[in-house]
């Protein structure tokens, strides 16, 4: 396996972050890097390449070079991380024995419901809006509460979606 920092450099089959060499090995997945330390958001570009023994189980012959192919990597250090939150300021009043839900009432701008089954979903933006009161929602989303599984024409508990 070759591993560069460029794709100019594997091109000319040049690896600066990693050359395994000719590994003499039946593992061909799970492979695990042993170059160069890597770094956050850094690309890394590769290609590989297998030998075959000969029909009388004589030295080998390598295949052409795979594909190049590239990963790039992802945030490794906490500092590498700069994003901020969404989140808000000033809590609303929550009603009595509720927590604070944040400024302004709640208000349901777009809700879908989708089975893991892959079924399809529908919307469920009116159902949950009905049911906000006083800037809350007080209703657990699970399939009892929402209608089951939401694709139409299936029923549950004797009624239909």
Known sequence: MLVSSTEELLKNDKADLWDSGKVESDQSIQVEYAGKALESRMRCYW???VWDLTSDLQPQTASPWSQPAMWT??????GDFKAKWIGVKQPAP???????LGPGPLRIVSAFYQPISGAAGRDVTELLASRVKDSTLP???S????GGDPADGVAEAGRRV
């Open 47 to 49: 290609k590989v390449r």
């Open 143 to 146: 399939n009892g509460e929402l």
């Open 73 to 78: 990597m992802g945030l490794l250090k906490p």
């Open 139 to 141: 209703i657990v989303a």
């Open 94 to 100: 929550a009603p009595a024995g509720r927590t604070p």
